[in-house]
């Protein structure tokens, strides 16, 4: 076997970075790393990136003292296969988690797993969402399967490997606990002999939308903007925009409109909840508007449920960046913020992601390293998920598989203009039936257009995205557009062949 060949075996790897870490520089110069993960959060809910919604002012802090990148992607916008992406820096169907119906193989090699290898102190506290038992973690204390807002169950790390997890009730509002939890491990059990890696993965703001006691009463009163595409009508695009089921006027249950308090609250609990919504929900009954005002209303309860559910996860960064100044920490860690991938916060009259339309592609990302970031940066390149864990083992000196499919971000995050980035990403989305009836579809984005395949009913969708933004028009058929839809659909093949996916039907002839 030549060396090249011993090279891609995950344990033989794992040997390799463990050597190569002997020229490394000395523990105590290596960064620590804080992931903070959310799930399902908007850039149009973060004031960093212009929301009109809301004030995000501790997200909008690591984004002011390190980079904002403008354009980040995802490679398939849906929870579980996002994090399988992140860990591992493949593409989904080369890591083996294409939707939510997937188990993860925590054999595999994981960024994690390097750099515990590495001598890094490694914990994952919060949303896990990958069926199997997390691996490549010292410490591990996470939610099963989505969680729950209010007294959420916790599976914490066995004691012996192979062992069952251990699984424990605890009282109290989910954002808060995973960040007490997350302190705790901190300033207690860590080695402070060595680096760490903390992934803290907040279960908000994913439906349904329970906001913590600290936000029941924020925004009271307020009357949010709507979005231009609230009634979109889908008449510009084919049979999957119009054949899904995620629109706010139709598919919404009581629970996701807080109707219903949640199920598993205590009776002190219970009764602050139903306060809260009281007033409005008396008045609804004593008058329910139908049609177009009925939609509006859905959209402003959702809309204020879900941003106060952002409220309680930026409330909870603060916390944490707090502690990183008052021990010191902060100089020597990379703090990152970012979401499994993007969400509708009422455009095209949705909620939910899934497609690669814009609003649920395009992830948030900041980052904030001391001594490296120059605070303000804002980077415009075309990065993806599959980037986090090459830039991490960067970062730390550790080497990067050669399987891994993204690239480094050091020379971006040095304030540096690499020549030869990527000017196109792709993404595939595989999960139909399921959740929404959002078909399957592949599709390329380029600065100025997006072509999207549907392949399981054979349909095109082209997007000028310069003079059609919220892209309602497609233009694959117009004769002015064949060019560019030759070159695109070129682009589309080129990147399939180069990522190495042949799933999905092929692109026709």
Known sequence: MSKVCVLVTGCLWLTLAQALLLAAPAEQSRPNILFIFSDDHATGAISAYGSRLIQTPNIDRIAREG????NCFCTNSICGPSRAVI????????NGFIDNRSTFNGAQLTFPKLLQQAGYQTSLIGKWHLVSQPTGFTHWDVLPGQGDYYNPVFLSAPETTGGKPSQRTVNGYVSDIITDLALEWLDGSRDRSKPFLLMLQHKAPHR??????????LFRGVVFPEPATLFDDYSGRGRAAAEQEMTIARHMTKLDLALVAPGNLTPTQRARYEA??????EALALDAPTGDARTRWNYQRYIANYLRCVAGVDRNIGRVLDFLDRTGLAKNTIVIYSSDQGFYLGEHGWYDKRWMYEESLRMPLAMRWPGTIKPGLIADQFIQNLDF???LL????VATPPDMQGRSLLPILRGE???DWRTSVYYHYYEFPDSHRVQSHYGVRTATHKLIWYDAIAEWELFDLVNDPHELHSIHADAAAQDTFATLRGELSRLRSSVGDTTGKPLPR
């Open 208 to 217: 349904a939308w329970a906001p913590g006691p600290e936000e029941l009463d």
């Open 276 to 281: 809260a919504f009281a007033a409005e929900n």
């Open 389 to 391: 864990a090459p830039t």
């Open 394 to 397: 960067a970062a730390t000196s």
């Open 87 to 94: 860990l591992t820096g493949k593409h989904s169907h080369l």
């Open 67 to 70: 980079a904002l990148f403008r």
């Open 417 to 419: 203009m690499p020549a």
